[in-house]
């Protein structure tokens, strides 16, 4: 199972009504962050997700409010006692951009390592869990995040007599990938594994307009948080400006991409009220929800 | 008269409950911001304080509660409007942390002078702001902070008469500090102005040990902001170690400089309700107010 909680849903800058947008995973206990504005640590705070767990932070891109808050949070995170590293994984120019934040937050006890722009998916921390990013179209260089948390097959009893494996092999074989050879027959992990079972894809996407790659990309994911910056079907001009997305058009991805949910954040400082506009993303994609604030989620494996 | 909004009273991190110290000066609608933690700026906007007014922020030390919301109010500061220069003013090290932080907010549609570790008392933006800075005792370099708002003297039409200054030079010897002379006789402003009138003078003083220099330098002034990191008496070892006050340190502080009124802030995250220790301060010092978020204070001139 995986936790979600929505830190924030605001977007352009921190408010006394909405946090910034942001995202934290929890995972078997181990935590990511997406994205840190000015205030995440202080919704953490009160959503009382505690500080030390977290292990990779993934920024979207270099904007005030998606990223001012890290310093603070590094430093929390140092007072909690943490001394394993913190992995933060960034787009292009997040090296430079973590070295000038760090510049007030010097000394912390555990080492920061920057993954800037990653090529390829990413796959630590815990083998379940691959992250994979995707090239967004906003004003500054911007990823979204897909993460997969893959599922082991069971063990099946059937298989493994079917296919004559001696029963004092089973465990060994059921916890490692390695081959074993007996009298002169090798046994692999496959002769007594079922079938894969599937994963759980989680996909996070903003700041961006709705370009083509996206779709594959989030493709049949569990679940979908996407900005929707704006509600107005009339404020399309502005978000093909100040390269956002509507509600409508962000429904339009999730529909394309048989996503199962959609969950709407990064809202505009300028709409009071996002649920005014919901109708405008379900009559696309029905299943959205509007975010709020320390919203929770859990995404179950199936069967 | 001088307008001052407490934009907050925490000190370590930010909280749910309390923003991070800070104060904001008003004199005739121009604004000086003293330090500037994570959500200083959603403070000003619960205070609906405006930004694009902000001409000087002074920033104590280079520790995250008091600079760490720099960038984003840099950035909401240059979405206002504004176009003319803000000055920052620190201690040793504040060219290199703003420069740091300005990694995430390079394009302000205005310049950014910074100020390190001044050597003399400030005399600009206003001739009739002083702004004098004290080396402190902390664990980073630290700076005090006292503003002195002069006042003209009055026009004094008996002493004008007495020396015999014809009357149509009267409004031009007011206004300007040049002399005149006029049939042979020199006319210069002191012959048609009253007495010196007091000024008001406002001190800021945190994070810091209460060392001895610190006495003379707040001496006399109308309003005494001071960080109370401890209520508690028997917190003093904390304080001495952690290089802060308890609440009857800066009292004592308050009364050997005869100062009129002492509001305290910066209090520690551990300490849920100040007022409970109000008592540690009046003791020594009566005219001391637990500061508060948002609180306001008005400092008029005499007469």
Not at 53 to 63: F, P, R, S, V, Y
């Amino acid at each position: 199972m995986i936790d979600l909680t929505l830190l924030g849903c605001g977007g352009g800058m921190p408010t006394p009504n909405r946090y910034l947008s942001s995202l934290l995973i929890n995972y078997k206990g181990r935590k990511i962050l997406i994205d840190c504005g000015e205030g995440t640590q202080v919704s953490m705070k009160i959503a009382n997700t505690g500080f030390k767990a977290i292990d990779i932070i993934c920024i979207t891109h270099i904007h005030g409010d998606h990223i001012i808050g890290l310093p603070g949070l590094l430093g929390t995170i140092g007072n909690s006692g943490r001394t394993e590293p913190v992995i933060i994984i960034g787009p292009h120019g997040i090296k430079e951009a973590v070295e000038g934040l760090m510049t007030i937050a010097k000394y912390l006890p555990y080492e920061v390592r920057v993954i800037e722009s990653p090529k390829e998916d990413l796959n630590f921390i815990d083998e379940d869990i691959k992250i994979s990013t995707l090239e967004l179209d906003h004003s500054s260089p911007c990823i979204g995040y897909s993460f997969y948390f893959s599922r082991s097959p069971k063990f099946d009893v059937e298989k493994a007599l079917e296919n004559n494996v001696p029963k004092y092999l089973w465990n060994k074989l059921q916890k490692s990938n390695e081959e074993i050879i007996e009298n002169g027959i090798t046994y692999s992990r496959s002769l007594v594994m079922g079938e894969d079972r599937k994963g759980i894809k989680l996909s996070f996407i903003t700041d961006t307009r709705p370009i083509e790659t996206i779709s594959k990309f989030i493709d049949n994911s569990d679940l979908l948080v996407s900005e929707g910056t704006y509600g107005d079907d009339l404020d399309e001009k502005k978000a093909i400006k100040n390269k956002h997305m509507t509600f409508r058009e962000a429904a339009t991805l999730a529909k394309s991409a048989s996503v199962k949910t959609m969950v709407l954040t990064h809202f505009g400082t300028a709409m009071a009220e996002p649920k005014d506009f919901l109708d405008n993303a379900t009559e696309v994609f029905e299943n959205t929800i509007i975010g709020e604030d320390r919203m929770t989620f859990e995404l179950k494996f199936e069967d």
